[in-house]
């Protein structure tokens, strides 16, 4: 069975600072990992996707991500947050078939504040 | 590419009422899937189709919701004899076969129920 924890429900930030989103996952398949991110009332928008190349990862909008299979993390960072971050971000892994949804498993999410 | 699109964008109607939604897919993708999402929690699955076979349904989901893809092509969700639980917004996903495709996500269908 495979499982995804976001470790934080809710991250508050500066505008200007730096943006750390944890998440942990467990699979016992090699895994796709992907953030997604949601604005309110619209759908979930991809932002990156690592399956199993380069282990950092670049995204939309300056957001980055880097695969630690030692850690089992695929943490989300970005060097600047900026007013039009604040949304909810969801990690997601596939950790091949066979799991239930397609072997899709979805965090709980967390939801990201940015301070003016 | 012209995204993944779902009509209507709002439904609201009256506890035991029937409700349809529609998902365009984009158009080179086999899979399809169905979520539903109420507020401030992840998308829940529901449902995913390959081409037109239904391959998966969560066991969670009531006999009253059922989805179709006749064709291969758009899909459709129903909700009979409609409950206020049920309010939620309703999301539509595709992807392609390829090992590591995403999921790309419509803007949802949200459904009130009074």
């Known amino acids: 069975a495979q499982s995804v924890t976001q470790l934080d429900s809710h991250v508050s930030v500066s505008e200007g600072t730096p943006v750390l989103l944890r998440c942990n996952y467990s699979?016992?398949?090699?895994?796709?990992l992907f953030w997604y991110v949601q604005h309110p009332n619209k759908g979930l928008q991809l932002l990156l996707k690592y399956t199993s190349a380069a282990t950092l990862v670049k995204g939309i909008n300056g957001f980055e991500a880097e695969f630690k299979k030692s850690e089992t993390s695929f943490h989300l960072t970005k060097p600047s947050a900026h007013m039009s971050d604040a949304a909810e971000y969801f990690c997601v892994v596939r950790g091949g078939s066979g799991g239930g949804a397609d072997g899709l498993t979805f965090g709980k999410g967390t939801h990201l504040i940015i301070q003016p | 590419d012209t995204g993944v699109s779902q009509d209507p964008r709002h439904k609201i109607t009256k506890r035991g009422q029937n409700v349809t939604f529609r998902c365009d897919p984009i158009s080179e993708h086999n899979r399809l899937y169905w979520y539903r999402q109420t507020l401030g929690q992840g998308p829940e699955f529901l449902t995913y189709f390959q081409n037109e076979a239904q391959l998966e349904k969560s066991r969670l989901l009531s006999d009253r919701f059922s989805a179709e893809r006749p064709k291969g092509s758009f899909s459709t969700l129903e909700i009979q004899r409609t409950e206020q639980g049920d309010s939620a917004m309703y999301l539509c996903a595709s992807r392609s076969d390829e090992r590591g495709s995403p999921l790309h996500f419509g803007n949802g269908t949200r459904l009130t129920v009074t």
């Open positions: 699979s016992s398949y090699s895994p796709s």
